[in-house]
């Protein structure tokens, strides 16, 4: 697991520098005055998430298709998979051991204050199917339910319009379910939010060439 978040971090480290070392100009402009719905603004891409704590670790994958209003706007939808997992310790949860998986989705937005830099925030609703084992009583148990999950973060990408990107981009759950896959329960029943870390590509379905 330590050698797999090493790479993570080391091929976002890798495409950062080279993004400020090139500049690619875009294919096309976003025609920024304009109200009219066009096609070349729409994008489809996706993302690998990636949790961590002391205690835990979670991965999942996010497709998402989006439209792009202007330079500095873009919204859209997102879809999710999600599998978590913490390991039984007994001062941290009782020695219990928990594992769960989600599905979910929900609408996005990202807002771009620099060319390079974005803003992003997204709700969703996620069904939750949890498994848990009692290290001290040599039991199991399981619970399905639904959680709403409120996320928002900064990120990096190299935006063209137009073209393929790549982003970086970590957030922060801002809300309180504690059923979310994006918070974890300690020993005194109390939930707080873990940094998820994501990485994905976006690409534009219909590019208008100059």
Do not use: C
Not at 97 to 124: A, C, D, H, T
Not at 154 to 178: E, H
């Amino acid at each position: 697991m330590r050698k797999f978040l090493i790479t993570v971090i080391i091929l976002s480290m890798s495409v950062f520098a080279l993004a400020q070392k090139q500049y690619i100009p875009p294919t096309y402009s976003t025609g920024s005055g304009s109200k009219d719905f066009n096609k070349s603004n729409i994008f489809v891409g996706g993302s690998l998430a990636l949790g961590f704590g002391s205690y835990s670790f979670n991965v999942g994958g996010t497709p998402e298709i989006g439209y792009t209003f202007n330079d500095w706007f873009d919204a859209g939808v997102s879809f999710n998979l999600n599998y978590q997992s913490v390991r039984a310790d007994p001062y941290y949860n009782n020695n219990v051991r928990q594992r769960s998986f989600n599905y979910g989705g929900g609408p996005f937005f990202r807002v771009y204050p620099l060319k390079q830099f974005f803003i992003q925030g997204q709700f969703e609703e996620n069904w939750v199917k949890y498994n848990f084992a009692d290290m001290n009583q040599g039991t199991t148990s399981s619970l399905t339910t639904q959680a709403s999950s409120f996320l928002a973060g900064i990120g990096y990408t190299q935006r063209i319009v137009g073209q393929g990107s790549f982003y970086t981009l970590i957030m922060m759950d801002l809300m309180t379910d504690p059923y979310s896959p994006y918070r974890l329960m300690n020993s005194n029943n109390t939930s707080y939010a873990i940094p998820v870390i994501r990485a994905g590509f976006n690409f534009y379905l219909h590019p208008k060439r100059r």
